[in-house]
């Protein structure tokens, strides 16, 4: 008898998660509220419906063996009522889905983060900007990603005209946090998987944001070994404290000069501190669909359907590299200057398009990954290839 | 605007073509007469009717921009009475679903192949025996496949004893041809794409063949770069000639001595005939998902999307095994024993499950593919987690 699999969410995730549990044999079934989402469209037996609809979500996680999530975002209030056997755990979603439950959640483990404070109105807003100091950055606590609802305050004499503007955009009462503001000299990430059982980590990866948004991820990273060790053993000890099941995808900052408040971990010269957590695939990990031999989708259907975890392993020497296509890259009609693909492209190992609807700009809508002689060689090739498939409007 | 591409057939060929065609954001609309076929049961959008209802058939491509199939066996009755857009052509199609017709083509185009003669009753197959001469094989000219429909006569004296089982088996009237037996040193396939503007050709691939069904494919072949370059050569030539548009998968046999009737290429001391030939993905072809920058499957996304081709290339030196999975490695309950999966597989690239209904003695139900130093190492490494997967019954 095949598992059947619940997903909540139909984006690119969901549909890459989808088909690991098909190459293992299972049933899926997606659920989300928008019927053009890549999953609802491309996959059969989705349900269209609210995630807020507690009959619809019932009916559907009844059918379902066993469910997960795409996205941390989502309205748990509806899940823990139905008492849905969910991995991760509503609990696990909780925290990760709030930035300042998770903040808080490294504090209490004394876990290496960023110093931060939070904020429901505008007078707390002050006091915590004064406690953290400037240059610091106010963020949304719930539902901000890549960048979106994030305010930096530079310097202390900017903080009231900042603080003003955050008080009429949100109104009386909302949720913020305070981060200190820290030098990055890199970013990392590190995926932890867990069934219960046994657990795993997969190789470190080494990551470029532009403008908030993922832009490139690099693997192996280019870190001393003890630097890869300590965030993989950071990474592990996340997981553990939160109880993960599924997966946990950890993002670290580096810093060359140790930060004023935040408490970070000393390495080999540099220091680490968290920066975010998410339980599920995550963007970064993408490259695992061709440098090892278990994917983050492969593993995490492993757990979702009991089949046992292998530490994942690139699969030879060499260097990959992994590039988002956004939005801005897409021409009007959403496609891309495929012509460019007739070109034998140095070092190409996938190409996905996601098949979101329409292409706005910022929104993830592919990826493409290559492999090189190392990472620089890998990098290279990925954005070379990326460049030649922009449209230019 | 998205182009919707029609597959007729749902099993693991049109699945991972699918999942090709959506990863470069293309709609899929699967016919298939079996609810239960892998792809209407995990695809949406699917419509389960009968290749020879020809309203369905034509209501159906009528929804799509172009169609293909992913079997060569196949009623071209009705779709050439619906003059359906099909890549590839009837016309090619048919020669190819046909072993008689196929081995006319070949004869007629004067390209290498193994000798033979058709029979359509027990006289003309008396005569037809005689003619090829003992060891011969006869076999059925449509619809045989991974050594179905096949009969040996090894010496003159059994030749009256085999027709008239074969005739005892057929009736009156029959289909068949019968090939002059050769002595194999080696199995290579050769995959060759065009899409009317431009043509490219896949390594060749080395293929150990059990009990007629493909056990494992190889890639590099382990041959003289002479007879890999004219077996390529002659794949192109083959493929020419058939005007295929799509994928055309070329089998040949290696031979160490010059067979006594078959007309062979021979090149650095060994003789070549086409024993085969599929204009679809082919089952050798697989390994390419992992092994090449372009799979077979993403090439014929290309070709029926318009997207120009690019030669595939290995994506770094090493060697490659794919391993297929019969049913017979199959519980009782169609599951694998994917506990062996705990153990860290060295050189694992992917294990694909196919889904289908029930496990079969002899149905292709997966495959596997590793990645090794060399070809050898590859080989070691894919038996022996195939060896671990299978239940023990």
């Not at 509220?33 to 996959?43: I, L, V």
Request: hydrophobic share 45%; proline share 5%.
């Amino acid at each position: 008898v095949k598992t059947t699999v619940g997903i909540l969410g139909a984006g690119q995730l969901g549909c890459m998660l989808a088909s690991a549990l098909h190459d293992l044999d299972a049933e899926v079934r997606f659920y989300d509220p928008d019927p053009r989402a890549p999953g609802m469209r491309r996959f059969a037996g989705g349900r269209v419906a609210s995630f807020s609809d507690e009959g619809a979500l019932s009916e559907h996680l009844r059918a379902c063996d066993v469910v997960t999530v795409e996205m941390e975002h989502v309205d748990t209030a509806a899940l823990r009522k139905i008492g849905a056997r969910l991995v991760p755990s509503v609990d696990v979603i909780e925290t990760a889905g709030s930035r300042r439950k998770e903040k808080a959640f490294l504090r209490a483990r004394q876990l290496p983060h960023v110093a931060f404070a939070t904020a429901h109105d505008v007078a707390e807003l002050r006091a915590a900007v004064a406690e953290v100091g400037a240059p610091c950055i106010v963020k949304t606590s719930l539902g901000g990603y890549d960048g979106r609802g994030q305010w930096r305050i530079e310097v202390e004499s900017a903080a009231a005209t900042v603080i003003g503007a955050i008080g009429h955009a949100l109104g009386e009462r909302f949720s913020l946090t305070v981060e200190e503001r820290v030098d990055l000299a890199q970013e990392l990430s590190c995926i932890v998987a867990r069934d219960g059982t046994s657990e795993v980590v997969f190789p470190l990866f080494e990551n470029v944001h532009e403008a908030g948004v993922l832009d490139l991820t690099m693997l192996p990273a280019r870190v001393d070994p003890r630097v890869a060790e300590a965030a993989r053993d950071i990474a592990l000890e996340t997981a553990r404290a939160l109880d993960v099941k599924g997966l946990l995808a950890v993002e670290f900052f580096v810093l060359e000069r140790p930060p004023a408040r935040s408490p970070s971990h000393s390495v080999a010269g540099v220091h680490l501190c968290i920066n975010e957590l998410a339980p599920r695939p995550h963007n970064s990990g993408h490259v695992t669909r061709v440098a090892t031999d278990v994917s983050q989708f492969d593993m995490l259907a492993r757990v979702l359907l009991g089949v046992p975890l292998a530490t994942p392993r690139l699969v030879d020497p060499g260097g990959w590299c992994m590039a988002n296509l956004l939005g801005e890259r897409f021409g009007a009609d959403g496609a891309l200057a495929t012509t460019a693909l007739g070109a034998a492209a140095d070092g190409l190992c996938e190409l996905v398009l996601y098949g979101k609807p329409t292409a706005v700009n910022g929104r993830k809508m592919g990826h493409l990954s290559t492999r090189g002689a190392d990472v620089e060689n890998a990098r290279a090739s990925a954005r070379r290839l990326r460049d030649a498939l922009t449209v230019t409007r």
